[in-house]
């Protein structure tokens, strides 16, 4: 399994590298074939985070994040989450596998707000039904305050679920392979899903 593991706003040491290292060797009992892994470990005051995203055989990806006042016990968090969302989807992930002859879809997920407004980091994980209310009708007044990449990939509706809870995100664009609609899968507050792009829009309790 490839592994990196990316230091940020924090000096880089080969206690911790080996240690994520070390811990992240564990998931392999349960998912015995991934093929990279990315760390993160950011610090910011007195807060030391951890960000990690395997990617497994099959073409799924898993992620975590943790946030404590220890990176060491932030690893281990961060690890132990992984480890029960792949137990809890063993057999899933056992019976489905991406398509990889079809190349993903390049998005860009963007977060605008107006000129001035202060806030605290805004990602892909924010709550799509959250909304900011602009005072202002002028496009002028308004800024980009985040923007990433990533891609679209091609998935059933099932395979998106289990994507979506994998990564940890209240949300999920991808390509549905039945009729190659970009869709979007969402959490709703009553514990089933949302679905924004299909001719037919369903949600379902897992």
Do not use: W
């Not at 039904?129 to 059933?156: C, G, P, Q, T, W």
Request: include cysteine; charged fraction near 25%.
């Amino acid at each position: 399994m490839k592994t990196s593991v990316t230091f940020r706003h924090m000096d880089a040491t080969d206690a911790l590298k080996n240690y994520a290292q070390e811990r992240i060797q564990r998931v392999t009992k349960y998912s015995p074939d991934p093929i990279s892994c990315h760390v993160v470990m950011s610090a910011e005051k007195y807060l030391h985070t951890v960000d990690i995203t395997l990617r497994l055989h099959n073409g799924f990806s898993v992620a975590g994040h943790e946030s404590t006042e220890d990176m060491y016990s932030s690893v281990d968090l961060v690890i132990a989450k992984i480890e029960r969302q792949i137990r809890r989807y063993k057999e899933k992930l056992v019976n489905h596998k991406l398509q990889k002859n079809i190349p993903p879809i390049s998005v860009s997920h963007a977060v605008i707000a107006e000129k001035g407004t202060e806030g605290a980091h805004v990602s892909e994980q924010d709550d799509i039904n959250s909304s900011k209310h602009f005072e202002s009708e002028d496009l002028n007044a308004l800024k980009i305050v985040h923007r990433e990449e990533y891609a679209a990939e091609s998935m059933s509706i099932e395979q998106a679920i289990i994507q979506l809870n994998l990564l940890h995100r209240q949300f999920l664009v991808f390509c549905n392979q039945t009729n190659n609609e970009m869709n979007v899968l969402y959490h709703r507050k009553d514990g089933t899903y949302g679905l924004i792009g299909a001719s037919k829009i369903n949600t379902a309790k897992e």
